[in-house]
């Protein structure tokens, strides 16, 4: 390759942002400058910003080590702990060019963007016809999703409280964790 075509190669490169991402990253990181695809989920994020779960891009492990390690730091677990349940049992995507991940358990909704519906769903209003006045409406019926605690004033579904709130991409935000790439 001649050196004006190695530098118009070098331009396109750079015009799709992946040169700029290999800048920033350590050799042998796991970026595939050639197809445009990444192995590393934290070169990955950081071209492609925000996105719900990997895509075709991404050609990593569905859970990176890396990132079940910080999940785990994150939860406060001890170094020394199995990461076998989290890397079973957890998800990851890209938020603002950074890697987040959620442990799906406990009833934690990882996969649902938050319910940030203020009318009541007909459960809820089922659920007060059978129960006037509840004080609290489980989240059995309301779905873990919700960001609003419930209550039934007489037969009527009603808000108490908002309780939680979305990230930008529209998820629950306690209980997705920023993920940090570990110091070289």
């Avoid at 785990?72 to 991940?101: F, H």
């Avoid at 129960?131 to 059995?140: D, F, L, R, T, W």
Wanted: charge should be negative; aromatic fraction near 8%; hydrophobic fraction near 45%.
């Amino acid at each position: 390759m001649g050196i004006l075509a190695a530098r118009r190669a070098r331009s396109e490169l750079w015009a799709t942002g992946v040169l700029a991402v290999a800048a920033q990253t350590p050799l042998g990181a796991g970026v595939a400058l050639s197809e445009g695809h990444f192995d590393d989920p934290f070169a990955y994020c950081e071209a492609v910003g925000t996105i719900d779960a990997p895509d075709a891009r991404y050609t990593g492990a569905a859970m990176p080590d890396p990132v079940a390690r910080g999940l785990m730091a994150a939860l406060g677990q001890p170094a020394g702990a199995p990461t076998e349940p989290v890397l079973r049992n957890s998800i990851w995507r890209c938020l603002d060019g950074k890697v987040y991940a959620c442990t799906i358990g406990a009833n934690l909704p990882c996969a649902e963007k938050a319910d940030q519906q203020r009318e009541p769903a007909p459960a809820l209003a089922d659920f007060c016809r059978q129960n006037p006045g509840a004080e609290a409406i489980p989240m059995a019926v309301t779905g873990h999703a919700t960001v609003f605690a419930w209550r039934c004033a007489g037969e009527r579904p009603a808000i108490v409280r908002q309780f939680a709130q979305p990230d930008a991409a529209g998820y629950l935000a306690n209980i997705w964790y920023v993920i940090e790439p570990a110091a070289p």
